[in-house]
């Protein structure tokens, strides 16, 4: 008989959507630009709903934006803006889709200051993955002075829903901190990937 795999606690009873993404995506370090801009518009998009909302619509955003090209995205004129206030693949807050355009604009801008956005942003870290070893799901902080220092500054570069909670949210995402717990199958693949192994 299979040995049950244990899980962080919030992965699982919500669906196999869910499931797979913290079992495949959930604290992989991301050093493509692709990855961080797609995480950076979910994770605005995000703000003050469940992630799963935005995780089962995750096809819709892709439709919705083309698919997360920032390029593409960054030039979306106020009719296609209009138009995706319409969509029902997405969250309709025109706040969020205006974000979103705003934020793809001042993406390329950083890419063009570090020659790429995976460098202005793991720089936060030192460039290598910050590895916690939480015990239970409760240890896990929701910021930390990491999210802090980085939402400052990309307020101050105008970015829009880039608060230190969201910004935590993106850096579990996009693996600049393992904080799958100890006990978790993924925590030392995680932490292997950070590694080099």
């Given amino acids: 008989?299979?040995?049950?795999?244990?899980?962080?606690?919030?992965?699982?009873?919500?669906?196999?959507?869910?499931?797979?993404?913290?079992?495949?995506?959930?604290?992989v370090p991301a050093y493509a630009d692709a990855t961080q801009f797609e995480f950076l518009l979910l994770e605005g998009a995000q703000a003050g709903l469940s992630w799963s909302t935005i995780l089962h619509r995750r096809a819709g955003y892709r439709n919705?934006?083309?698919?997360?090209?920032?390029?593409?995205?960054?030039?979306?004129?106020?009719?296609?803006?209009?138009?995706?206030?319409?969509?029902?693949?997405?969250?309709?807050?025109?706040?969020?889709?205006?974000?979103?355009?705003?934020?793809?604009?001042?993406?390329?801008?950083?890419?063009?200051?570090?020659?790429?956005?995976a460098n202005y942003i793991w720089a936060f870290v030192d460039g290598r993955p910050l590895q916690n070893r939480w015990r239970t799901q409760q240890d896990v902080p929701v910021t930390t002075p990491v999210s802090d220092a980085l939402s400052k500054d990309m307020k101050r570069r105008g970015f829009k829903f880039v608060g230190s909670l969201i910004m935590y949210a993106h850096m579990q995402a996009t693996g600049l901190v393992n904080d799958h717990i100890v006990g978790c199958f993924r925590h030392k693949p995680c932490k292997d990937l950070a590694s080099g192994k």
């Avoid at 899980?7 to 604290?27: I, M, N, Q």
């Avoid at 969250?91 to 020659?115: D, H, P, S, W, Y």
Wanted: proline share 2%; aromatic share 12%; with cysteine.
């Fill in 1 to 27: 008989m299979a040995k049950p795999v244990t899980r962080c606690p919030w992965s699982e009873a919500v669906s196999e959507a869910y499931l797979h993404y913290h079992d495949t995506e959930w604290g």
């Fill in 64 to 117: 919705a934006f083309a698919n997360f090209d920032v390029e593409k995205v960054a030039r979306f004129s106020e009719k296609r803006i209009l138009r995706l206030q319409e969509d029902t693949g997405i969250i309709r807050n025109k706040l969020k889709i205006r974000a979103a355009v705003t934020n793809a604009q001042l993406f390329i801008a950083v890419q063009e200051e570090f020659g790429s956005f």
